[in-house]
């Protein structure tokens, strides 16, 4: 390492979704890695909404990782909450089962991702929502 001293970098971006599904933001995500000059750290990522979540994931696996979660919390449940329609709780619950953050080392300026992974937004709500990503880079 050299005498360099810590950075942190840190930005929002905003994402429209188009409604229950992965949405893909790997190359949001690495442009600002990239902007921020970082070479060596870890890059953090928080969403900042309770019906939509991060994953990092294989696209392939995108149909099944859905079908799966459909089975996992269906939206005909009988939930207590019902105040935003049949989709909310539903997709809160998702919500809790998967990941509002996500950690991923940096390396050269560039995320290092395994080859077949990508960062995705999942909306688990039928609509599409804009919804916010709040990245940190902290590195030399």
């Known amino acids: 390492m050299t005498n360099s001293s810590l950075r942190l970098y840190q930005q929002a971006i905003k994402v429209q979704t188009t409604g229950k599904s992965l949405c893909q933001i ?21 969403i900042r909404h309770t019906s939509a979540s991060l994953l990092i994931q294989e696209n392939d696996a995108k149909p099944d990782v859905e079908a799966f979660f459909a089975q996992l919390v269906p939206e005909t449940g009988k939930y ?9 709780m539903p997709a809160h619950i998702r919500s809790a089962l998967t990941h509002t953050s996500e950690q991923i080392p940096v390396a050269q300026g560039i995320l290092q ?22 990245i940190n880079i902290l590195g030399y």
């Open 26 to 46: 790997t190359p949001q995500v690495q442009a600002i890695v990239t902007e921020s000059g970082i070479q060596a750290g870890l890059c953090t990522l928080f």
């Open 80 to 88: 207590l909450l019902a105040g935003e329609g049949l989709d909310d």
């Open 113 to 134: 991702l395994g080859r077949l992974q990508d960062i995705f937004i999942w909306e688990h709500r039928q609509s599409g929502y804009t919804r916010e990503v709040l």
